[in-house]
């Protein structure tokens, strides 16, 4: 029988700066969602990529003194670097400015056209470069200087030119109706609220072609103008599963995708826009949309001009790669904003990781070392904390992965935590370190218990953190083959026997100052 699909997706990352911490978060994310699928059985397309046109990207590559094209090949290496850093396992790379990504561009435009979906007039109205987005006057907000802003504090400007328009207007009734039928295909609800409301609020055809530059995709048959930026970026989730071929098995295998993950900022984009036009064009809208929160830096709005980007190489460098996973997933409910301070890293580091996880399996490992000949002891007869215990482990897959399903990657670490305090609160009450001369067998029987409670919460951490869950799959004697979730539950449990290597810490701990 054919695998499950599950296609995710991130925001492909404007080319214009170095990566930041939110570029990091979103395809974090991303990647842990890849990651608990494959080890759920299902057949995983991961994206991921960078938008390399429009007219930021091309006044970027000016300001450095550069032609587009060697500016975009240079800042993008950046992003497939950050992935590399940060253990991402993203299937594809897509780039805007591959060929594969004009066809499916120029071939959407086409249907769309064929469809009466398209009109040529003139844009006249306000345009920020910095969001590529077109604004109506009632949208705009007056700045500190007084000078009219976008929502969201952009400079605006005012633009006239020829433009091709998308037939926009007309679909808000169908978008209404897509979002009663499927409600869960916005998630958190509040933001789906502000997408009704926006819509609800009547839509205006939108201009989709610019003519003022020429760093884009060409519209078919009429190469005076280029795709508007978003209309562009927004094609490459189907593009990288073969759009348009006909017969691209990758297309029929994944589209509709599963979920695009972006942040709270490109929702419009994404959940108005986006399905509007692959309805208009006779395809699937995607399943899901789920909008993230922003992350401040020490209580400041992250931004250039203040200086306080958080680069996610220097604390990746500063307090290791899977600690800085966990945090970013476990520090802030998936969805709202959250603040990244030292002190809140280094209290959940030392907290969550070096206390709780990593002195469970660090004093467990070493009493089997020293106790039972570094070997998986023999289970005597199971008592009532035994299997309260087990059976809290074995409960874990499917409460973990009802909140996986629904992106709330906080609660899923929260329930496997409560575990990781059980096991520790089994091995203070049970105390088998003054059972060794007494009570040997009682003995074994509690370190073989918290051995396959720890084989559980290791396997079902690895999309967390897959190295450090990794390394306490090797201190367990777990075998490759033998780490996805089929494992979970009383039919994989470890084998009493197995020899063990000698025990070594996972989770490092840092001085809270
Ligand atoms: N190129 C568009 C997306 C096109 S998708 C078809 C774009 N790129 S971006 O590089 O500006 O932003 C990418 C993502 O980073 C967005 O999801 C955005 O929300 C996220 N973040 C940017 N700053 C952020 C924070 N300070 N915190 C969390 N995420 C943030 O938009």
Known sequence: MARPTYYVTTPIYYVNDAPHIGHAYTTLACDVLARFKRLDGFDVKFLTGTDEHGQKVAESARAAGSDPKTFTDRVSQNFRDLAEVMNFTNDDFIRTTETRHAIACQDLWRRLDERGQIYLGTYAGWYSVRDEAYYAESELIEGPDGKRRAPSGADVQWV??????????????????????????????GRRNEVLSFIRGGLNDLSISRTSFDWGVPVPGDDAHIMYVWLDALTNYITAVGFPKADANEYATYWPADLHMVGKDILRFHAVYWPAFLMAA???????VFAHGWWTNEGEKISKSLGNIIDPLAIVDRYGL??????????????????????????????????????????VLSMINRNCAARVPEPGTLGEADLALLSSAHGLLEAVR?????????????????????????????????LRTSEPERMATVLYVLAEVIRHLAIITQPFMPGSAGRILDQIAVGADERDFSRLGPSGAISAGAALPKPEGVFPRFADD
């Not at 006779?282 to 899901?288: I, K, V």
């Open 282 to 288: 006779g395809l699937e809208p995607a399943q899901r």
């Open 402 to 434: 009802d909140s996986i399903d629904v992106q709330a990657f906080h609660e899923a670490l929260e329930i496997i935590w409560r575990v990781i305090r059980a096991a520790n609160g089994y091995v203070d009450r049970q105390a088998p370190w003054t």
């Open 322 to 363: 899977d600690p800085v996973r966990y945090f970013l997933l476990r520090e802030v409910p998936f969805g709202n904003d959250g603040d990244f301070s030292h002190r809140a890293t280094v209290n959940r580091i030392n907290g969550d990781l070096a206390n709780d996880f990593g002195n469970l399996v660090q004093r």
């Open 160 to 189: 006239e030119e020829p433009s091709y328009f998308f037939r926009l207007s007309e679909w808000g009734d169908r978008l209404l109706e897509m979002y009663a039928e499927r409600p869960e295909s916005v998630l958190p609800a």
